[in-house]
């Protein structure tokens, strides 16, 4: 007599559907939740022009079944990951994605500072393999770094002659732009090109076609003037020849051997 020998099912990982997504924590002040904003806003318009593409704010991160368990890391305040679809997440869970992200920014407070430059970093180096790094201080300008994932280490990235940093994954760059953004003046975190055009927001690309529009207005009333005015001196110029015509019959001279 065979006996069957049954094998144990192995339980598959949980899915975004499965994983809790939200937390109820908000962000630390309102100036985190904005600067998270604009980092979100401008790069929008940048993905709207890819195929392809993810970006997330504030928003957990899954990387081991360990962690999703223990519940004990939250997402990320920005993250980009590229060669992905785009489509909406609940939560961006790695196995199911295949990839950790490839840009992640961190905005630095008071009761996460240390824990963002310490225990988050080594989560990015050594468990996600996050290529590229950033932190940033919303309330402290000057507390701002950049880390390149080289040989398994995260190497300092130094700041080009403009004094921002590239992020060679999205082929971008990280600028701080003194202005307001929904009402509060300060510095802020922005992505431009290489070439040094801020990413604008959607507000701002409402007010360049607003602008655009009004010049072309303009132009089409300019060229619309012009016009008027060249025929109003076609039709001078024609009444003076009717005039001179005339006086020349006036006194016998064929206007045509003239």
Not at 158 to 180: F, H, M, N, P, T
Not at 206 to 217: D, H, K, V
Request: charged fraction near 30%; charge should be negative.
């Amino acid at each position: 007599m065979t006996s069957v020998i049954s094998t144990p099912e192995i339980p598959l990982p949980p899915t975004q559907d499965e994983l809790p997504c939200d937390d109820g924590i908000p962000m630390e002040t309102q100036r985190h939740k904005l600067q998270m904003d604009l980092l979100l806003d401008t790069l929008q318009f940048w993905l709207d022009q890819r195929e392809d593409g993810y970006i997330g704010g504030n928003m957990f991160i899954y990387f081991s079944t360990e962690q999703a368990r223990n519940q004990d890391f939250r997402g990320p305040d920005f993250f980009a990951v590229l060669g992905v679809p785009k489509t909406e997440r609940k939560s961006w869970v790695v196995w199911e994605e295949g990839k950790a992200p490839n840009v992640v920014i961190e905005l630095l407070s008071e009761s996460t500072k240390q824990e963002d430059k310490t225990r988050k970093k080594q989560v990015y180096q050594n468990q996600m393999r996050v290529p590229e790094y950033f932190w940033y201080d919303p309330f402290n300008p000057e507390d701002w770094a950049g880390f390149a994932l080289e040989k398994s280490e995260y190497q300092p990235l130094e700041k080009d002659e403009k004094q921002r940093y590239i992020s060679e994954q999205l082929g971008l760059a990280l600028v701080q732009w003194q202005g307001s953004y929904k009402g509060v003046e300060t510095v802020w975190l922005r992505w431009e090109t290489l070439e040094g055009e801020l990413l604008p927001t959607e507000r701002e690309l409402r007010e360049q076609a607003q602008q655009e529009a009004q010049q072309a207005q303009q132009e089409a009333q300019q060229a619309q003037q012009e016009a008027q005015e060249a025929q109003q001196e076609a039709q001078q110029i024609q009444q003076t020849n009717e005039k001179l015509t005339a006086k020349l019959r006036e006194l016998g001279i064929d206007p045509e051997t003239v």
